[in-house]
């Protein structure tokens, strides 16, 4: 079946723990999103990948990282989280070669940082 | 700019009535595509719709129907005769191509009460 894989679906820490949120596509799509679900915000974009070794900030980078060393896998990484960091965390991916093809999500990760 | 504006935070409605949410966008480029997404209490996304900016056909999907004017930059949603599984928050999207990515600009959402 094809998906994203997102884990884990809920996550608990303290102020400055680091953590990764794992995202795994088994599309061989290109195209790789973080989003952030904020209440009166919607969905923000974090970061992006192109493919392999590329990626990019998206509109609210500050306080993430991420890696694109396999098509498959795009983690999301949080060296030092923050409580303004709870949130609902959404993996995405699509094939670029198809221009209109949509944006495939994971099932979100929720994240509360105390 | 590049912005997607849903205005109703919240529509209430009951059981069989015919209820429409409405999404403006704006946007600087003649080549975008617009979505729609429903995010049900569990919380997933669930894909509904894609539509592409030379494409101003109005489709309809079941009770499901989305009207796509250019002219007023608009991708309204209906819903005919609504039920209590369609309780969930709306999201209408914006995808310009001069990005040239598959990044989406989402509205705020709309959140969308069923009652029996």
């Known amino acids: 079946e094809a998906q994203v894989t997102q884990n884990p679906r809920y996550l608990i820490t303290v102020t400055g723990k680091k953590l990764t949120v794992t995202c795994s596509q088994n599309?061989?799509?290109?195209?790789m999103s973080w989003y952030r679900q904020d209440p009166g915000l919607g969905l923000r974009q974090i970061y992006y990948?192109?493919?392999?070794?590329?990626?990019d900030k998206g509109d609210v980078p500050e306080g993430y990282k991420v890696s694109r060393k396999e098509k498959r896998n795009f983690p999301l990484i949080l060296e030092s989280p923050s409580p303004n960091q709870t949130s609902l965390y959404f993996c995405?991916?699509?094939?670029?070669?198809?221009?209109?093809?949509?944006?495939?999500f994971g099932n979100g990760t929720r994240l509360t940082v105390t | 700019a590049q912005k997607v504006t849903q205005a109703q935070t919240e529509i209430s409605v009951v059981e069989k009535e015919d209820v429409t949410l409405d999404c403006v966008y704006e946007?600087?480029?003649?080549?975008?595509?617009l979505f729609w997404y429903k995010q049900p209490p569990s919380g997933e996304l669930v894909f509904l719709i894609r539509?592409?900016?030379?494409?101003?056909q109005n489709e309809i999907s079941g009770r499901y129907s989305w009207n796509f004017q250019k002219s007023t930059s608009s991708f309204n949603f209906t819903i005919t005769a609504s039920q209590v599984v369609d309780s969930a928050v709306y999201f209408c999207?914006?995808?310009?191509?001069?990005?040239?990515?598959?990044?989406?600009?989402f509205g705020t959402g709309t959140r969308l009460q069923v009652f029996p």
């Open positions: 990948s192109m493919n392999v070794e590329v990626t």
């Open positions: 999207a914006l995808s310009p191509r001069s990005y040239n990515t598959d990044k989406l600009i």
């Open positions: 946007t600087r480029d003649t080549t975008y595509y």
């Open positions: 539509r592409n900016s030379f494409d101003e």
């Open positions: 995405a991916s699509s094939l670029l070669a198809e221009l209109d093809s949509p944006l495939h």
């Open positions: 599309m061989n799509h290109e195209y």
